[in-house]
């Protein structure tokens, strides 16, 4: 967080630049209040992504840190994956952003794009090229994530009793299987053999 809000501060002077973070259709939303908060401004989500975010049970100063006007700030939400591919190495994709600033009539001649991700420390790739530039154009990964810790993983998994638990984060074959075997033997095991 600290490293994207400092972001607004390293512009040359008379600089437009406009700063993309990038979130998944809910999370991230501690990173763009924080953000707000540190640069002391606003910061634009579309519609669907302002929706999601007035579920989310956040006070009205929380709230109050969201546009839906992508004209008063420099600071906007995209969709995780239009800045950048992160797996398995960092794909910057900077024809969108391009795109985005053209298409959108934004008056901004820059672009940083931040993407939080626990896949920033994935691959060496990834670690030795955080930040890729293209002209006017860069893509920084930043370490972070909102994933459970292992203890509420182990809670969640025995409240719901499932019949299988199917890892999504992992780094390769071995990680999977790792990742199964802490959390196997908390399924049910029962409704296997009757299904």
């Known amino acids: 967080v600290a490293r994207a809000a400092g972001g607004a501060d390293a512009l040359p002077p008379g ?29 634009y989500v579309s519609e669907e992504k302002m929706r999601v975010i007035e579920c989310l049970g956040l006070s009205p100063e929380e709230l109050s840190h969201f546009t839906r006007d992508m004209h008063e700030t ?9 800045a950048a591919e992160t797996f398995p190495y960092l794909q910057p994709k900077f024809g969108n952003t391009e795109a985005y600033i053209r298409d959108n009539s934004l008056p901004f001649d820059s672009v940083v794009a931040f993407v939080p991700t626990g896949w920033a420390d994935a691959s060496k790739y990834n670690r030795e090229n955080a930040v890729l530039t293209r002209g006017t154009q860069q893509v920084r990964l930043v370490p972070y994530s909102e994933h459970s810790s292992y203890s509420e993983l182990v809670g969640f998994v025995r409240f719901l009793r499932p019949r299988r638990v199917v890892p999504t984060v992992f780094s390769d074959a071995k990680g999977y299987r790792e990742v199964e075997a802490l959390l196997g033997g908390l399924v049910n095991r029962t409704a296997n053999v009757r299904a």
């Open 15 to 43: 600089e437009k630049c406009l700063f993309l973070l990038s979130a998944y259709k809910i999370g991230k939303e501690k990173v763009m209040i924080e953000v707000s908060r540190r640069t002391g401004r606003r910061v």
């Open 74 to 82: 420099p600071i906007h939400v995209c969709k995780m994956g239009f």
